[in-house]
């Protein structure tokens, strides 16, 4: 909210195989599909409903949507509705992202964030899937090590077996991070707690 009151959580998890699992907090969220995308820049303004975080993750050049054959977006991602959500989280995995280097990497000079619409997204219209007024926003940040310990009751459900810290033989070859969201005046702004899995 306005006093910076966080209400979620987002983690993203990849495996050594590159696949990046997202899991997300969408129990406030409003009932109803929406539309979610990792956009190109890491800010999170309340003021302007989160324009801030500009466009959706785009290094590639593509038109937007999951179905579209000229697309998509790397920041494109499945919308949050029913088969999406289960008890309270919206999981969904990609490989068109990466929390380690390269084109894809969403770790680049400017950040990204993770940003919630108010409608569906068709998965086909370009720019935006016609998903709506942005309503939920959270900076994508690498892990701090000296955040590592966030309340039981901020922590997102933690990912199935294979995509975690380290993998089975225990070489740590993943990288985790998390952003709070917190509610502002009829839409989410990012809030500042950030924590390593």
């Given amino acids: 909210d306005a006093a910076g009151n966080r209400v979620g959580n987002v983690q993203l998890h990849q495996a050594s195989d590159g696949t990046v699992k997202i899991i997300a907090d ?3 969220i409003p009932s109803g599909a929406h539309g979610i995308h990792v956009h190109g820049v890491g800010v999170c303004e309340p003021a302007g409903k989160f324009t801030s975080a500009g466009g959706h993750f785009n290094p590639g050049g593509r038109q937007h949507g999951l179905n579209n054959p000229a697309g998509s977006h790397a ?8 088969k999406s959500v289960e ?3 919206y999981t969904t995995t990609t490989k068109a992202i990466s929390l380690t280097s390269g ?3 969403i770790f680049d000079a400017d950040g990204t964030a993770l940003v919630i619409h108010m409608s569906a997204d068709d998965q086909v219209t370009d720019p935006t899937g016609n998903s709506g007024d942005r309503i939920a926003c959270a900076v994508l940040a690498a892990p701090n090590p000296a955040l590592a310990t966030p309340t039981a009751s901020a922590t ?3 990912p199935t077996a ?3 810290t380290s993998d089975a033989d225990g070489t740590s070859r993943t ?3 998390a952003a709070a969201f917190a509610m502002a005046a009829g839409a989410f ?4 707690r950030r924590f390593a899995a």
């Fill in 26 to 28: 969408a129990t406030l």
């Fill in 75 to 82: 920041g494109d991602l499945p919308q949050i509705d029913s």
């Fill in 87 to 89: 008890q309270g989280y």
């Fill in 103 to 105: 084109p894809t990497s």
């Fill in 156 to 158: 997102p459900r933690p």
């Fill in 162 to 164: 294979g995509i975690g």
């Fill in 175 to 177: 990288v985790a991070i």
């Fill in 189 to 192: 702004v990012a809030g500042v």
